[in-house]
């Protein structure tokens, strides 16, 4: 099946499903157009390498992640879209004043691998726009359980849409012989265990103890006391670590440090956290920021950061043990509590 057949059948359920549908429409046109640019690389206008100017998170923009951000807020004019949000604005920019949805969006997560030749993304949030004038961030500091769906496209060997609207996670590969996005998976589930984690191990000296303790026992390996070896990834591009992970399981850390500025974490809830946690709970997993569960947040800002972790159900929920008590894990022995490679 194709995603425009996929959402024609979404947009048949009543009108809130055809305004979902006609903005995951949209989108996918629009991720085309950039993952044509994407191709086109150093040979094309778009890689202009870093602007001077940051974003509204603070971070270095490059010229492609504003182009990337043109494009999609362009296409949103012709969307049933209220709100449109994004990391590249401070606020959420208003389109349509009559209709009823809100979208958060990443328009390209990555894109410090941009010159690198990693894969990088478009992570989007849809919601339910909120009638309240006096602020214009109301819709995007609902829970992420509000989300009326979610996705990313990754821009990689394939263009690929990992996607869902409430009931289970679907993906495509876009056919250029057919110039459409073809489902591959329905229903996608994630291994509940895991036998790999992505974390950025050159921070450990900045980790807490629950941090340390986790990745300690993994690389104890089949010797120590979760008695089996892991291994371990990190991408730096979320969709690419995420997209791993819903292929063939594992749990992906991004936590709080002692960092200045870090101690929240990086992620932003609104358009990178909640819409991966709800992508990898559709998929049977799960998503928290060490104590709570990503979509239960509700988030008091629009690009409020937050801790992330998120990936195979048994994993997560062992990581959140060592956050409640590190040194109670029911398999760390005596012999395991000691310093280890990341503890000190």
């Not at 990745?215 to 006391?225: E, F, H, I, Y």
């Not at 159900?313 to 409640?324: K, M, N, P, S, T």
Request: hydrophobic content about 40%; overall charge negative; some cysteine.
């Amino acid at each position: 099946m194709i995603l425009e057949a996929a959402l024609s059948r979404l947009a048949e359920r009543g009108k809130l499903e055809s305004d979902v549908a006609a903005v995951i429409s949209r989108l996918a046109l629009a991720a085309v157009s950039v993952r044509g640019i994407i191709n086109d690389g150093a040979l094309g206008n778009a890689f202009g390498g870093k602007r001077s100017t940051r974003n509204a998170g603070g971070d270095e923009q490059h010229s492609l992640d504003i182009h990337a951000d043109e494009l999609f807020m362009s296409a949103m004019h012709k969307s049933p879209v209220r709100y449109y949000a994004t990391e590249e604005l401070e606020r959420p920019v208003r389109l349509q004043p009559d209709k009823q949805l809100a979208l958060a969006i990443d328009p390209l997560d990555g894109s410090s691998n941009i010159d690198t030749n990693v894969s990088i993304g478009t992570i989007f949030s849809i919601l339910p726009a909120v009638d309240d004038d006096s602020d214009t961030e109301a819709s995007f500091k609902q829970p992420g359980t509000a989300q009326l769906a979610a996705g990313f496209f990754i821009y990689g060997p394939q263009l690929a849409l990992a996607l869902t609207w409430g009931e289970g996670l679907h993906t495509f590969i876009y056919s250029a012989r057919k110039d459409a996005f073809v489902k591959v998976h329905e229903g996608l589930t994630i291994s509940r265990k895991a036998h790999e984690f992505a974390i950025n191990a050159s921070n450990a000296r900045h980790w807490d103890e629950a941090v340390r303790a986790y990745v300690d026992d993994c690389l104890a390996g089949s010797s120590g006391p979760r008695e089996k070896d892991y291994n371990m990834r990190w991408i730096a591009s979320l969709v690419a670590d995420c997209y791993r992970i819903l292929m063939r399981g594992g749990v992906f850390l991004y936590p709080g440090d002692s960092r200045a500025g870090y101690g929240r974490g990086r992620l932003r809830l609104v358009y990178e956290a909640n819409p991966i946690a709800m992508i990898i709970e559709q998929a049977g997993g799960s998503a928290i920021d060490g104590e709570n569960r990503i979509l239960d947040l509700v988030p008091s800002e629009l690009h409020q950061r937050t801790p992330l972790i998120f990936g195979s159900a048994d994993e997560v929920e062992r990581i959140g043990r060592y956050f409640a008590d590190p040194g109670a894990i029911g398999e760390r022995a005596p012999l395991f509590g000691t310093r280890g490679l990341f503890r000190v």
